[in-house]
């Protein structure tokens, strides 16, 4: 009887993988091992495919057209929101970017290859990077690598916008082991770092380097603004190592292969995520016929992001950020870098509508642990909750005090100034400074219905209220304010239970509204002193400027920003 039921058990599992190997012929493309189902797949979705387009040795022989049906056969498959692409010719790209309307692409060319021209009508041989974004719109990231000369250029390519309703880094590179000690992992890691400033990562390229390979370590461990990184097909235990399943481990630095060397399969491929921002990881190979290489796609289960904690961090990064209103009414996030410059570029986090809008970020309001901006148009008061990479969620009415704030002429979250662990908000108006205390008891963004605090009744008009933190080390939030006539900036020492001390003079220099038009203050550079930031009236050539705190007062100005601040209305 129990060789009848080992034959009969052995008959099923053949069965079992009859049916299997047709169902997989039904599909795109071949999957290998630990298939991931479109239908039940993770929702944050990636591919990365070395297409090989310019080598005789590799390269598809189909036209152009039906190369480009083919990939976009797979990546509607999958639902990409993501794909990365190496080895790709400017033909293969512009097919690509015209049949996926519904994605944004970005290209750099860092090489010519002779092979190129069979894609392209005008027979051009431009070659290198495509990254597809499956959003409206995005920001292009482009960094070339050191490379030895006479060597192959290689670059890091990466598109920034919007997936799964939070700002997201997508980047692609192709290493070279001509790059030493590391194929350029280091190099690539700290130009995505700095593109980064926060916000999620997917990364996926041909890296030339195995699983095991110590060339991949640099971007495991990850940097500062990004955190350590984690593979979609880490989980994958067909491929785990001897080692790791005689461990038990859950994690293996191992995965499938994704290209043929000299007859010996290797994972040359991959996909990574960064591990704060991602959860339940999941990946498979495909093999679509259209390269040397197999297609490897990836999934992951958005992780909501803690916040950090740094007052003026809106990026959870630990790093002090600005946000500015332009003139055309829309409002930009520059990410901090923390030592009191900013990161290339801005991102557009509020489009139309804020021309005449008091914007001010210092504290958590909606109680998730990220600071949010807090925001008066016309009569109303809005919390912007943060998402958690700098993108605002849907705006909601502050508890308590909704509105009448049309008399108000400056709005201030300023932190906890009253002691009792909420954040606050410092309000001028024609009457003088209010104190208006955040409700301890609320569940959701409030302040107190209770009597705001009169500060100072004295005229405020022409003083610019600044929140830079604990200035004078006793613990407390205090306040500064800049003189716009004489240019003097006061220090109003907090006393702890929300209300203001005697005024006395901030040393280090003075600066009028004529000359700095815009100051906003905080620890920007994270020395536990607080600093500013100020523009400069240049006309057409206004910059920004970084002052630091010192024991004495601040420092002088260092250029963080050039051309075009001219154009700001205000910053916080």
């Known amino acids: 009887m129990g060789g009848q039921l080992r034959a009969f058990a052995r008959r099923l599992a053949w069965l079992t993988a009859l049916f299997a190997f047709f169902a997989a012929l039904l599909l795109p493309g071949s999957a290998y091992a630990d298939e991931v189902d479109p239908a039940s797949a993770p929702t944050v979705r990636s591919l990365t495919y070395n297409v090989c387009g310019a080598y005789e040795k590799c390269q598809s022989n189909l036209d152009t057209a039906t190369w480009v049906a083919r990939m976009v056969e797979q990546i509607e498959a999958w639902d990409a929101d993501a794909v990365m692409l190496q080895e790709l010719c400017l033909g293969q790209w512009v097919g690509l970017r015209d049949a996926l309307p519904g994605y944004s692409a970005v290209w750099t060319s860092p090489a010519t290859a002779s092979g190129c021209a069979k894609w392209s009508s005008d027979g051009s041989t431009r070659f290198g990077l495509g990254v597809l974004v499956k959003t409206d719109s995005v920001e292009r990231y482009v960094s070339p690598l050191t490379v030895p000369d006479g060597q192959e250029p290689r670059s890091v390519l990466c598109a920034k916008g919007t997936i799964d309703s939070r700002t997201t880094l997508a980047c692609t590179t192709h290493l070279a082991q001509y790059i030493e000690p590391d194929n350029g992992s280091a190099e690539a890691l700290a130009h995505i770092d700095t593109w980064a400033v926060g916000v999620p990562v997917l990364l996926g390229g041909d890296f030339n380097a195995g699983p095991e390979y110590g060339a991949l370590d640099p971007i495991r461990t990850g940097l500062p603004g990004t955190g350590r990184f984690a593979e979609v097909d880490e989980n994958d235990k067909d491929y785990f190592t001897a080692a790791c399943l005689a461990a038990g481990s859950t994690e293996c630095r191992s995965g499938e292969p994704t290209v043929d060397i000299s007859g010996t399969p290797k994972k040359f491929d991959h996909l990574f995520v960064t591990a704060g921002d991602f959860y339940g990881v999941r990946g498979d190979a495909v093999d679509p016929g259209l390269s040397d290489h197999k297609l490897l796609r990836g999934a992951a289960y958005p992780e909501p992001r803690p916040g950090s ?247 002088d100005p260092v250029t963080v920003g050039v051309g075009g601040w001219q154009w700001m209305l205000r910053m916080a």
């Open 309 to 555: 904690g740094v007052p003026g961090d809106l990026t959870n990064d630990g790093r002090p950020d600005l946000v500015a209103v332009q003139n055309e009414g829309n409002l930009r996030l520059y990410s901090g870098l923390g030592d009191g410059l900013l990161a290339p570029g801005y991102r557009q986090i509020g489009t139309g509508g804020w021309t005449n809008a008091l914007v001010t970020h210092r504290g958590d309001w909606s109680g998730d642990g990220r600071e949010d901006l807090v925001v008066r148009i016309g009569d109303q008061l809005w919390v912007y909750p943060n998402t958690g990479s700098g993108a605002l969620g849907s705006r909601l009415a502050m508890g308590g005090r909704p509105t009448g704030w049309t008399s108000a002429t400056a709005v201030v979250s300023a932190g906890d100034l009253n002691g009792d662990g909420t954040p606050d908000l410092v309000v001028r108006d024609g009457s003088g400074l209010w104190l208006y205390p955040g409700d301890p008891a609320a569940t959701a963004p409030a302040l107190s219905t209770g009597a705001p605090v009169q500060l100072s009744g004295a005229d405020w008009s022409g003083l610019d209220v600044l929140a830079p933190g604990d200035a004078n080390g006793d613990g407390s939030a205090d306040l500064w304010a800049r003189d716009r006539a004489t240019g003097t900036l006061w220090l109003y020492p907090n006393t702890g239970t929300g209300t203001l001390g005697t005024r006395q003079a901030a040393t280090g220099g003075t600066w009028t509204a004529a000359d700095r038009p815009l100051v906003t203050a905080g620890d920007l550079d994270a020395d536990g002193r607080p600093d500013l930031w100020t523009t400069t009236n240049a006309d057409t050539s206004s910059a920004l400027l970084f002052h630091a705190g010192t024991d004495t007062g601040l420092g």
